[in-house]
């Protein structure tokens, strides 16, 4: 025999519905240097350069800060962000930019590493071999 809900059942049955879709709304909420950042993305892949540079340079000024106690981004993103700016002034023909950031990324690189931050050494890599690019 089927059990009917009683209005009780319902009401606790919905409550918890919409407690769950909050909370994995909130869950999936992107902080807004990775929003930037996509958005930078999106506008450089179409070439549009400047608009690319305007949302990486917003993105910057999350470096330090943090939501709820929590740093917004960690070093890798950080020197990410930096080889990405230095791509994005390379990709407009402005090379000397591009070099100024990129060794702007590998300071930052060696500022991690010597704070004992875990960063992906591929990364220093790739920052050098763009910023030696630039003098080919």
């Known amino acids: 025999m089927k059990r009917s809900l009683s209005d ?59 939501i709820g106690g929590v740093n917004i981004i960690n070093s890798m993103d950080i020197v990410n962000l930096y080889n990405d700016i230095g791509m994005i002034y390379r990709d407009k023909g402005d090379y000397k930019t591009a070099i100024t950031v990129y060794t702007e990324g590998i300071d930052e690189f060696e500022k991690a590493r010597r704070n004992g931050d875990k960063i992906d050494r591929h990364l220093y890599v790739l920052l050098i071999n763009n910023r030696r690019a630039m003098f080919l």
Do not use: H, M, R
């Open 8 to 66: 009780k059942d319902t009401y606790s049955f919905e409550l918890a519905k919409s407690l769950f879709i909050k909370s994995d709304e909130e869950s999936q909420s992107v902080n807004p240097f990775s929003e930037l950042i996509e958005q930078g993305k999106e506008y450089w892949e179409k070439g549009e350069y400047n608009l690319a540079l305007e949302c990486y340079i917003k993105a910057k000024n999350f470096i330090g800060k943090s």
